[in-house]
DNA sequence: TCAAAGTGGTTGCGTGTGCAACGAATAGCG
DNA sequence: CGCTATTCGTTGCACACGCAACCACTTTGA
């Protein structure tokens, strides 16, 4: 068995180190801070991650359409048509049919939801500095840009480009 | 509204901004290369994403109990026993009790799990040289470094020590 | 030595997810 | 124009997951 000495994989033989299989590394790592970020908004607001996501797209954007969002963040469609009625069951968000184009719906936060969205974010904001306070700044746009490569190169790997979760 | 000008967040007001939120984008990223890696182990061998997990840890140990799959992979101890005996069902995993501690069982590849690992294994690693392809390889150290700084940090910050998926 | 607390693993239950099929609306093309 | 192919969004269905309760076993410590 040959030893691995590289960051990643390089075996002639055709064997997996799981410690250094980068997408195993990144479903670890993805998981873990998904589960400590959950902690903030399911705890406390009785929020989803598809729902978080809903939330955060439209306090960043004002006015998106369901797909966008589904696309944007590789989730089925179905998936955040559950988390928008189920936001708007709840006042959090709104939907109004876009006159340009009757299939599909623009999304907004009600005030109720921006207020949760104003309460939510600067938690959020603080759990990523935490995250990153391993690493210094000229690592964190380092970080940020191989993962832009990263990104780019796994959406052309994609199997189809409707996304899943 | 402030325009975000480091690589990660560091606003003076609470707005999220998705695309450099790295929760987010960890997420992205690694739903983007499950499901492309899924399309190899899925459709063609009918592994569920825990079950491949299983057989590459078993590929690369040997022996491991349940437990120490699903801590090490962040995911339910119930996830993994289901997988289990899904792949003993199918003969591709053999258990046997641990002498020395009873609760235990330790799990190993069978001959013909041996043999779904030798023709998955190459084609797991070829999927992660396409997508390392993108980055050089002084990049793919400093990515590995800098996502084991994560991890540790993540695991810290983890709500209990019990992972979940 | 023995009761209580802890650990590895399984399973019933409720819920969330992806898929595929569908309705409504639009776009493409003869 | 009109007919087909697409696209946005919803929903029924089957399945997988997480949780909590449980059993068997081990460790702790009084």
């Known amino acids: ?3 691995a000495t590289s960051a990643f994989q390089d075996d002639p033989d055709a064997l997996v180190i ?8 990144l479903n670890v790592l993805a998981s873990l801070s998904s589960n400590a970020l959950a902690q903030i908004y399911a705890e406390r607001f009785g929020l989803s991650i598809p729902a978080w996501r809903v939330i ?21 469609k179905s998936t955040i048509s559950r988390a928008v009625s189920a936001l ?3 006042g959090l968000v ?6 340009a ?12 939801g921006a207020a949760v969205y104003t309460a939510l974010a600067p938690q959020a904001l603080a759990f ?13 746009r380092v970080l940020a840009a191989l993962m832009d490569k990263l990104t780019t190169k796994a ?6 480009e409707e996304g899943r979760a």
Not at 56 to 76: C, F, N, P, S
Not at 94 to 99: I, V
Not at 101 to 112: I, Q, S, W
């Open 1 to 3: 068995m040959a030893i």
């Open 94 to 99: 709104g939907r109004r049919p876009n006159p």
């Open 128 to 140: 990523e500095r935490q995250l990153l306070s391993v690493l210094e700044p000229g690592e964190q």
């Open 18 to 25: 799981l410690e250094r299989f980068l997408p195993y590394r």
């Open 155 to 160: 959406r052309a790997l994609a199997p189809d």
């Open 56 to 76: 955060a797209t439209l306090g960043q954007y004002e006015y998106r359409t369901a797909r966008d969002i589904a696309a944007h963040g590789v989730m089925h």
């Open 88 to 90: 708007e069951k709840r």
């Open 101 to 112: 184009d009757r299939r599909e719906e623009l999304l907004a936060l009600t005030e109720k």
